[in-house]
């Protein structure tokens, strides 16, 4: 059976086209949330060092795959918006919300989007927000690209920098995506704690 942590496992059953596809999926369907990106990337990035796969054809196509994810959520949250605006309000919904929301993707939208890629869970509904909220779209794909670059990207020469510096480090490989894992979680906590 697969395992979700099990990055080695999972990468090597469903080779680039799963990964690109599982990262799309994350970054703009709402069943992708449980997808694990960050642990997914990092081991890529990991395997690529040890030449298991090829680094310039998943920097090439991990961005790409992160970018189409978040521009798909961006358009159902875009399809969405105006059915909202039809329904009356009630104890989960009232019309306010989307009011804030527009509000709150006018001022902070383009540093949502571009943040929002390095928390899991976040990544998956910040676009259908943007898009519910009618974020300006060329605001919107402009910082959806930075933002899939620099985590995209990032995540993965990180994991490709460490397999280099730590050839052993694929060896304890689910353990170091698991405390990728929690560590991602992080801000999400922090913003918790901060709240109560």
Do not use: C
Not at 4 to 9: H, Q
Not at 74 to 87: D, E, I, M, S, V
Not at 110 to 115: G, Y
Request: net charge positive; charged share 10%; hydrophobic share 55%.
């Amino acid at each position: 059976m697969l395992h979700l942590f099990d990055p080695v496992a999972l990468i090597t059953a469903v080779g680039y086209a799963g990964v690109l596809g599982m990262l799309f999926a994350e970054t703009g369907l709402f069943f992708g949330f449980f997808f694990p990106g960050d642990s997914l990337l990092f081991a890529a990035g990991i395997l690529a060092a040890s030449g298991a796969l090829s680094l310039p054809v998943l920097i090439a196509g991990v961005p790409l795959a992160a970018a189409l994810g978040n521009a798909v959520g961006y358009w159902f949250g875009a399809w969405l918006g105006p059915r909202l605006f039809t329904k009356e309000d009630s104890f989960f919904f009232n019309k306010k919300y989307i009011a804030r929301s527009h509000e709150f993707y006018e001022t902070y939208g383009p540093r949502a989007v571009v943040l929002a890629r390095f928390v899991p869970v976040v990544r998956t509904f910040v676009p259908v927000v943007a898009g519910v909220a009618q974020m300006n779209y060329a605001r919107f794909t402009a910082y959806n690209i930075v933002g899939s670059v620099l985590w995209g990207a990032g995540v993965l020469l990180l994991g490709y920098y460490l397999g280099h510096a730590f050839p052993i480090v694929e060896r304890y490989l689910l353990p170091v995506s698991l405390i990728i894992v929690i560590v991602s979680f992080v801000p999400i906590a922090r913003q918790y704690l901060a709240r109560r």
